[in-house]
């Protein structure tokens, strides 16, 4: 089982910018096919997929609604993925959860992941 620990989020202006970071732990991640990403929830909606990487390549994948303001990176050597949002806007205020799992291709479906983080508050307001 692999254990996930958010840290980073809180309150940015709209067109600021804000870092998540992501822990992964508990076993080895040694090799290929293991993915982490992040994932968001707004309040009453549904929770939606912002951001995937592959540990090994590298590989990356993002939600339209974020491509060219979304960064995802992983760091190997510490077992960490972040999440640099750049240009944030007021609807993307949300939980944000980050996720992992082991699999062939890139997944965009909350329920193709089986570890999950505690989730960090994101807050875009003036």
């Known amino acids: 089982q692999v254990q996930l620990e958010e840290s980073g989020g809180g309150l940015a202006q709209p067109g600021g910018s804000l870092r998540l970071s992501c822990a992964a732990s508990?076993?080895?991640?040694?090799?290929?096919?293991?993915?982490m990403g992040w994932f968001r929830q707004a309040p009453g909606k549904e929770r939606e997929f912002v951001a995937v990487?592959?540990?090994?390549?590298?590989?990356?994948d993002y939600a339209d609604s974020v491509k060219g303001r979304f960064t995802i990176s992983r760091d190997n050597a510490k077992n960490t993925v972040n999440l640099q949002m750049n240009s944030l806007k007021p609807e993307e205020t949300a939980v944000y959860y980050c996720a992992a799992r082991w699999g062939y291709g890139l997944a965009y479906i909350d329920s193709a992941f089986g570890s999950w983080g505690q989730g960090n508050q994101v807050t875009v307001s003036s």
């Open positions: 990487t592959e540990r090994s390549s590298g590989y990356s």
């Open positions: 508990g076993r080895s991640f040694s090799g290929s096919r293991f993915y």
